[in-house]
């Protein structure tokens, strides 16, 4: 049974908000946000939404690998994750947050029992449900952003995966990935739009309330140990440390809680 995208319906809903704005989807690629980087590259920077039925070399933050689980035949039905990146100019004053804003696009549109751990992964209760990627290309004057994001439908095998991984399929069952699509696409668009016109600040009180962190005991990778203490209105996370309070900005910083019992 083919899986059947509603490109159309998307493309209807998003266009009038983004002039250009396609839709296309590939049986397979080595990963989403790999090909619309390549394409920027190349000089190929108008608005598109690209979706795979298959990713051979997905990526996540940090260098980590992304496995959207599928299948190897395209045709077959009920594919176990979404996997999608949109490409789009962007030029906001200021990109601070930017990766928040997506996140927290994803999880209003999913559920609200969904949580944010800093930067933008989606959480359900102790477990991984989403990633997200966000990356941009300079491109001749103009800054071309890429937002990947990777969703499991159905619950993954937890082995190799250094934190236990969630489905949606726990929350909303008989969600298929052209349905999850058609519900976090338009809402993600405009948000984007949002954040470009307005910034991140507008958006801290409402990334507060799905804040995994808030109040927990966290452990960072540079070996910061403290509480989280929620984000700044640029979007940094906030950790009460012995030595103070102090602010946590980079990529590079990956944050995890030191105890999932641990609340103050």
Not at 38 to 44: D, N, S, T
Not at 99 to 117: E, F, I, N, T, Y
Not at 218 to 238: F, K, M, N, P, Y
Request: charged residues 20%; proline residues 6%.
């Amino acid at each position: 049974m083919t899986v059947r995208w509603q490109a159309e319906a998307i493309w209807e809903s998003v266009a009038p908000v983004l002039p250009g704005f396609t839709v296309e989807v590939l049986p397979e690629v080595d990963s989403t946000n790999s090909e619309l980087m390549r394409r920027a590259r190349a000089g190929l920077t108008d608005p598109v939404l690209l979706v795979a039925h298959r990713q051979t070399a997905g990526r996540g933050r940090l260098g980590r690998t992304w496995s959207d689980g599928a299948a190897k035949d395209p045709a077959e039905a009920g594919l176990p994750s979404l996997v999608f990146s949109l490409g789009l100019p962007l030029a906001p004053a200021d990109w601070s947050g930017l990766s928040l804003a997506v996140g927290l696009s994803v999880v209003q549109s999913l559920h609200p029992d969904l949580r944010l751990k800093w930067p933008n992964d989606v959480w359900l209760q102790e477990r991984k449900l989403a990633g997200i990627l966000v990356e941009t290309a300079g491109v001749g004057g103009v800054r071309y952003l890429v937002v990947g994001v990777g969703i499991n439908i159905a619950v993954p095998d937890a082995n190799g995966l250094r934190t236990p991984p969630a489905g949606l399929c726990e929350l909303l069952a008989g969600l298929d990935a052209p349905a999850l699509l058609t519900r976090v696409a338009e809402p993600l668009v405009r948000a984007i739009l949002l954040f470009e016109a307005q910034g991140f600040a507008a958006l801290r009180q409402a990334f507060h309330e799905r804040d995994l962190l808030y109040g927990r005991t966290v452990e960072c990778s540079d070996g910061v140990i403290g509480v989280a203490r929620g984000v700044d209105a640029s979007g940094a996370l906030l950790v009460h440390t012995e030595n103070g309070l102090i602010k946590i900005t980079s990529a590079e910083v990956s944050v995890r809680p030191a105890s999932s019992a641990n609340r103050t």
